[in-house]
């Protein structure tokens, strides 16, 4: 198998970016950006207003009037709180798949939504929100989604040999890639020009000791909400 890097960067096709994802990332990120940049840039995808619309006028924020405009849903819901709903139907979007085999892509996302609002509220608990949590904690596993998708027989392997021997997910996919979904996850998160402060602690979400100073609290937020069959 090829290492992770070549895996990214070469023939294999892998999934490009969600274009819109990227710019809202980035449009937040700036120092200047605006509400009415956010909205302008929400409303240019139908689906995805539809969906920002439906969550600011559901009953758990229970406005007092209906919310109509994306610039009001941003009011009520706070940037915060829109862009990580915008970046969850974006992703999950682009990257949802048919069920193979045993890898199902709802439970796949499923359990990387449940994960990301997790380790948010971890992060609020502890007193340490970050601005990118539910982001990496949302991607953290997404290299496991590019290593079936390009090689899915030799990834059944991966399942096959954890009901034989009582070894972890990363130590199996070693044992038949050569590498992990980790490298894979951020190589690619890297491809799309992602910042360093969300790729990196993807990295080595699993071997919280091989994380740098400056990105080893975010591993461990996300990490206490990995514990599940992908362990």
């Known amino acids: 198998m090829k290492p992770a890097t070549q895996m990214v960067s070469g023939k294999i096709r892998l999934p490009s970016p969600p274009l819109i994802a990227i710019k809202i990332l980035q449009t937040v990120r700036a120092d200047t950006f605006t509400f009415s940049d956010l909205?302008?840039?929400?409303?240019?995808?139908?689906?995805?207003?539809?969906?920002?619309?439906?969550?600011?006028?559901?009953?758990?924020?229970?406005?007092?009037i209906r919310v109509?405009?994306?610039e009001k849903a941003l009011a009520l819901l706070g940037t915060h709180a829109v862009t990580n709903i915008a970046l969850s139907f974006v992703i999950v979007s682009e990257f949802q798949a048919e069920a193979t085999g045993t890898f199902?892509?709802?439970?796949?996302?499923?359990?990387?939504?449940?994960?990301?609002?997790?380790?948010?509220?971890?992060?609020?608990?502890?007193?340490?929100?970050?601005?990118?949590?539910?982001?990496?904690?949302?991607?953290?596993?997404?290299?496991?989604?590019?290593?079936?998708?390009?090689?899915?027989?030799?990834?059944?392997?991966?399942?096959?040999?954890?009901?034989?021997?009582?070894?972890?997910?990363?130590?199996?996919?070693?044992r038949i890639f050569g590498y992990d979904h980790q490298e894979v996850g951020a190589e690619l998160l890297k491809?799309?020009?992602?910042?360093?402060?969300?790729?990196?602690?993807?990295?080595?979400?699993?071997?919280?000791?091989?994380?740098?100073?400056?990105?080893?609290?975010?591993e461990r937020r996300v990490g206490k909400e990995r514990r599940s069959r992908w362990s």
């Open 191 to 218: 491809s799309w020009q992602l910042p360093e402060e969300i790729y990196a602690p993807i990295r080595n979400h699993h071997q919280s000791d091989e994380i740098s100073d400056d990105y080893r609290s975010e």
């Open 68 to 70: 109509t405009s994306i």
């Open 39 to 64: 909205a302008y840039l929400i409303t240019s995808d139908p689906a995805l207003t539809a969906r920002i619309l439906k969550a600011a006028n559901s009953s758990y924020y229970n406005p007092t």
């Open 104 to 174: 199902d892509s709802t439970i796949f996302w499923r359990r990387a939504l449940t994960t990301a609002v997790a380790a948010e509220m971890i992060a609020a608990l502890v007193g340490k929100p970050k601005q990118d949590i539910f982001v990496i904690a949302l991607l953290q596993d997404i290299g496991i989604m590019v290593m079936h998708g390009s090689y899915p027989q030799a990834y059944q392997q991966v399942f096959e040999s954890r009901k034989e021997a009582p070894i972890s997910l990363v130590e199996a996919e070693r």
